[in-house]
């Protein structure tokens, strides 16, 4: 299960993923492939993807990606889904990732 936001409201919720390292291509390159339709079918929606620049800090992130949920039960559903646990287990052996959930201002 995802960490739990500041309350159970319908506001939705980011899920923000870190490319910190990849360690093995072919396998996050299966992950990448496979994984916007499961997202999808739990109605998030990819916000950002790519390759930032870094304005004020010390972060210099490779790689970040954003998707967006309509609350955080549907991202809950996602996460912890049959459907997700052996592509999560994919990304995980693929490389190193930080990731963080929170919550919208509104919908």
């Not at 997202?39 to 992130?61: R, S």
């Not at 995980?92 to 959930?101: K, P």
Request: glycine share 6%; with cysteine; net charge positive.
């Amino acid at each position: 299960m995802l960490a739990s936001c500041t309350s159970n409201t319908s506001k939705p919720v980011y899920c923000l993923f870190e490319n910190v390292k990849i360690t093995d291509s072919v396998k996050f390159d299966t992950y990448e492939k496979s994984v916007s339709t499961i997202v999808e079918k739990f109605g998030g929606k990819y916000i950002v993807a790519g390759n930032p620049k870094t304005l004020e800090g010390q972060w210099k992130p490779q790689s970040l990606v954003m998707i967006k949920f309509p609350s955080l039960e549907q991202a809950n559903k996602w996460y912890d889904s049959d459907d997700y646990k052996t592509l999560k287990a994919l990304r995980h052996s693929s490389g190193v990732f930080n990731a963080v959930i929170m919550e919208g201002l509104g919908k």
